[in-house]
């Protein structure tokens, strides 16, 4: 496709990308159009410069890491942690030191709740995880497995069910509120006296929280609320009543509903949930950007003949238990997800060559956030006065280095405050594992977030150890002792880095939305681990999980948690290979196509339709919420058995063409789906999916993005040749 540019110096500046700038984003950002790119073009030769170097210095590490082993059966692991010193991919851990962030908004300092993560280029996605601040523990029960489905359908609503529901709700108003003497499941009326919220029981007694401060506002009126605020662990809750209510009239109490503060804060993400490959595609991620930050993004939505406008959520109002009026945020606090350091893109050209993605994305991210902090939007982002940005993918304490540098760069071109843009530490890459504690110095004035992910994590280690032998099957490899030590090293370290009250330390995404019984069972143990958040699937999904942060006080759990790191390193060495496990054809034909129906089924989206994140169906049907970080674990896979001669590439084409079919089988009821089958050589998806495997290891620290990229415009310039 050709690209039509506007010059700016030494800068061309795609004409769609340019024009937004211009109009749209610089009006009010104080800040000129030829300030703007007189300053951008001043920075980039050096960060330029520096970003090549150190992806040359990957590629570098993993050739020498190649040759070590290519040349071993297998490792000691001192001797292989001498060798990593030695070639610079591991470093002495600096010494003790605090981060010293400052201007950090509570939801990521001082509370601890649930993090959504949403592809910002859907606009309906951004604003439902937005809006998931807060959310209906009614409906969450109800709409899920929690509740157990009725043999039985009704049309309609479900009275039983509904029930069930409230019951449920009520023991959990008991762990939220506890009373002095008996249970919220007796109660029947609700009021407030003197300030003091009391509850009548169904045997007449009068009680009181058992922490009276815990009631902290209503709406209505005190003779007759509507709505009671509770505070728990510094999150709140509210208790809502109806006595005109279908719900409302089937409580003793007349509750209708209880609501739950939830996602507390939301990533929005330009990488690995986004399909975004050229300026047509990163206009739009930055337009909707803009439209959450200025609070006028808006999405409208067909249901049967019903249209439905969304739009970002006010503030919630409050009377105090003396009759002040107060707010709450109405809206989850948001980070925005750049693109990390590898890719470059021709939206933006110096000198006529393509620019780094990274470098386009903090440029434009942080001037569309400075309205934020001039307060042009109709809401505030951050009372706190910052700007939040998670930097994904980032191999050790250098890479971590140049980000505050091309922070402190943008913040110069932008006219920004510094230390302003803050920065988010996804701990996914193995090098950035092994010197987290360097890494978090390197940023110690700017960062708000560390945060672990499985599956970029094993991927990048299957990537690393590609030649040291045949790897253990993806559900194994989760039981290794690598794993634990890996989440245990990042709780630890973030907080003898002093990241507590600070920061939040995060951990990953339950990927199953439809399993939230499972979820409750299992994620709590993120909690327990001292974590204050983690990811989620879906606004019901914060909605459940906010229930942990009650059942738990993430801070109270850190006071107890050991600070020693001694021996984790040594356990993150332990590579999880197949070793002397014997795995027989069975096993080694499902793993493979469990592989291969996962990559076939999320490429085939991304590619032909720039799809970067949906439900996916397995290969037992089972919908996993899927991004480039579970293609990037499973090509790996796959590539390292090829190299291990555990399967055949004869093998992997068989499984490819049967998978294919599933996976078309699977998306029949999409009007707008492309198959693959039964002409997979004409099919741009199935091609780039058995590139991903047979060039897996080829790959840059195995990741997916260039081959995807190249697909995608394949079949953006062939539908633009054929219109």
């Not at 030649?467 to 253990?472: C, E, I, N, S, T």
């Not at 709590?524 to 009650?550: D, E, K, M, Q």
């Amino acid at each position: 496709m050709q690209v039509e540019y506007i010059q700016k110096g030494r800068l061309k500046i795609a004409k769609q990308l340019d024009q937004f700038i211009t109009q749209e984003v610089l009006p009010g950002a104080q800040v000129s159009v030829d300030e703007l790119w007189t300053k951008f073009a001043d920075a980039l030769p050096e960060l330029l410069s520096i970003n090549q170097s150190l992806l040359q210095k990957r590629d570098k590490l993993q050739q020498q890491i190649d040759q070590y082993c290519s040349s071993r059966y297998s490792i000691n692991v001192q001797e292989y942690k001498t060798f990593l010193t030695e070639i610079g991919y591991l470093q002495t851990p600096p010494s003790d030191f605090q981060i010293n962030t400052q201007n950090v908004d509570p939801e990521i300092a001082t509370m601890a709740g649930p993090q959504l993560v949403v592809p910002i280029n859907n606009a309906r996605f951004a604003l439902n995880a937005a809006n998931a601040r807060w959310g209906s523990l009614y409906d969450a029960l109800y709409g899920s497995d929690i509740i157990e489905q009725s043999e039985v359908k009704t049309k309609g609503y479900d009275a039983t069910r509904g029930q069930k529901v409230i019951d449920y709700a009520r023991k959990w108003l008991d762990v939220i509120a506890p009373l002095e003497t008996g249970s919220h499941v007796q109660s029947k009326d609700y009021t407030i006296k003197n300030g003091t919220l009391l509850v009548t029981l169904v045997d007449d007694t009068v009680v009181g929280l058992k922490t009276p401060d815990q009631f902290a506002g209503l709406q209505g009126t005190i003779e007759q609320p509507i709505c009671i605020l509770i505070k728990h662990n510094n999150i709140y809750a509210e208790i809502q009543f109806d006595p005109n209510s279908v719900i409302g009239q089937q409580d003793t109490a007349n509750i209708k509903d209880v609501f739950l503060e939830s996602a507390l804060t939301t990533i929005m993400d330009c990488e690995d949930s986004v399909a975004a490959v050229d300026a047509e595609d990163k206009t739009l991620v930055y337009q909707n950007w803009l439209g959450l930050i200025k609070g006028d993004l808006t999405a409208t939505i067909t249901s049967g003949s019903k249209q439905v406008t969304r739009a970002l959520n006010p503030d919630r109002q409050y009377l105090s238990a003396t009759g002040d009026t107060f707010s709450l945020s109405g809206r989850s606090l948001m980070f925005i997800r750049n693109v990390g350091h590898l890719m470059t893109t021709d939206a933006i050209l110096f000198d006529d060559l393509p620019i780094y993605e990274g470098i386009m994305d903090a440029l434009v991210t942080s001037l569309i956030s400075k309205h934020d902090l001039l307060g042009n939007g109709a809401f505030k982002n951050s009372q706190a006065g910052s700007i939040y940005i998670v930097k994904p993918k980032m191999h050790g304490p250098e890479e971590v280095a140049f980000a505050d540098l091309l922070f402190a760069k943008m913040e110069t071109v932008a006219s920004l405050p510094r230390h302003s843009l803050k920065i988010g530490l996804m701990d996914e890459e193995r090098r950035t594992s092994l010197n987290l504690k360097a890494c978090i110095k390197a940023a110690k004035d700017r960062v708000v977030f560390i945060n672990t992910g499985f599956l970029d994590r094993t991927g990048d280690e299957i990537h690393t150890s590609m030649h040291l032998g045949a790897f253990a099957t993806k559900a194994t490899i989760k039981t290794r002792p690598w794993l634990n030590a890996y989440e245990n090293s990042n709780v630890i370290t973030g907080m003898n880095s002093g990241l507590s009250g600070k920061a939040q330390i995060g951990k990953g995404m339950w990927p199953i939305p439809d399993n939230m019984a499972d979820m409750m069972q299992a994620k709590i143990a993120h909690v327990r681990s001292g974590a204050n958040t983690a990811w989620v699937p879906s606004p019901t999904a914060a909605t459940l999980h906010a229930l942990h942060y009650h059942q738990e006080n993430v801070f109270d759990i850190r006071k107890n948690i050991d600070s020693d790191v001694e021996g984790l390193l040594e356990q993150m060495l332990d590579i999880p290979l197949l070793n002397d496990e014997k795995l027989s054809p069975s096993q080694i034909q499902r793993e493979l196509d469990n592989n291969v129906q996962g990559i076939l089924g999320y490429v085939v989206r991304w590619v032909n339709q720039g799809v970067g994140c949906s439900k996916v169906p397995d290969i037992n049907n089972v919908g996993l919420m899927e991004d480039r970080a579970t293609l990037r674990i499973s090509s790996q896979h796959i590539a390292n058995w090829l190299e291990h001669k555990v399967i055949t590439s004869e093998q992997v084409d068989k499984s490819m063409q049967t998978m294919a079919k599933l996976v078309d089988g699977q998306n029949s009821a999409d009007k707008d789906y492309i198959t693959m089958t039964p002409n997979t050589a004409d099919s741009i998806a199935f091609q780039a999916a058995r590139e991903l495997i047979f060039k897996g290891k080829d790959q840059p620290n195995g990741y997916t993005e260039p081959l995807l990229h190249a697909k995608r415009l394949e079949l953006k310039q062939k539908i633009n040749l054929s219109s």
